[in-house]
């Protein structure tokens, strides 16, 4: 059974500050992977998708990277901002999208 | 955005109670999913649709069930809710299947069994 695990579950920086946050899921035989961000009450946004022959794909300020051979993938956002601050998901699709918990990040002015 | 919408938004209802919540789409888009979403557990797949009339079970099935009349909606039974039922609903929809499979999700119904 596939299982996603999202480390640290809650992540505190200073903005402008660059970050990593990490993935891992223990089957590697997926589709792609997908990062989303959910504020508070809200849905899911979808940020990147990442098919499973791609290492890595950019949007803005993020760039998320896939290393389907050991099981992980990172979301970098750089220069991070106040606006920032979400729960942040990453979802990995074989038969089913199978979701991690997630990491609450908070960008402090 | 994705052209999903989910009514009601919220909803609070008695225990035994029937309950439906509708997900539209305006995307034309063939897969539909209705996932829960719980502290500790996370995003959970119910049910989901793969055409008209075409449904299957998810992971946490047991006490709902669904319809999908219309490409554009698809809608989650609970035929007598439970304080298990607590959640927030998420519907989501996809294109396609495996390879390409983005999934964009509604804005979520917050429903309440007293």
């Known amino acids: 059974k596939q299982e996603v695990t999202q480390i640290p579950a809650a992540l505190s920086v200073p903005e402008g500050e660059n970050l990593v946050l990490n993935c891992s899921f223990t089957?590697?035989?997926?589709?792609?992977l997908q990062w989303f961000r959910q504020d508070p009450g809200k849905g899911l946004t979808s940020l990147l998708l990442?098919?499973?022959?791609?290492r890595e794909q950019t949007s803005g300020r993020l760039n998320a990277s896939l290393d389907k051979s050991s099981g992980r993938s990172t979301l970098y956002i750089a220069a991070s901002q106040p606006g920032d601050s979400a729960t942040y998901l990453c979802?990995?699709?074989?038969?089913?999208?199978?979701f991690g918990q997630g990491t609450r990040l908070t960008i402090n002015p | 955005d994705a052209g999903i919408t989910q009514s009601p938004r919220h909803k609070v209802t008695e225990t035994g109670t029937p309950v439906t919540l509708r997900c539209h789409q305006t995307?034309?888009?063939?897969?539909m999913y209705w996932y829960r979403q719980d502290p500790g557990h996370g995003l959970r797949l119910i049910h989901y649709s793969y055409g008209v009339k075409d449904t299957d079970k998810g992971e946490v099935s047991d006490g709902y069930s669904v319809s999908r009349s219309k490409t554009e909606d698809f809608l989650l039974t609970l035929e007598s809710a439970t304080s298990s039922q607590t959640s927030v609903y998420f519907c989501a929809i996809s294109a396609r299947e495996g390879l390409n499979s983005e999934q964009f999700f509604g804005p979520g119904t917050r429903l309440t069994v007293l």
């Open positions: 089957d590697s035989a997926i589709y792609n």
């Open positions: 990442i098919q499973s022959s791609q």
């Open positions: 995307e034309n888009h063939r897969y």
């Open positions: 979802a990995v699709r074989a038969q089913k999208l199978v």
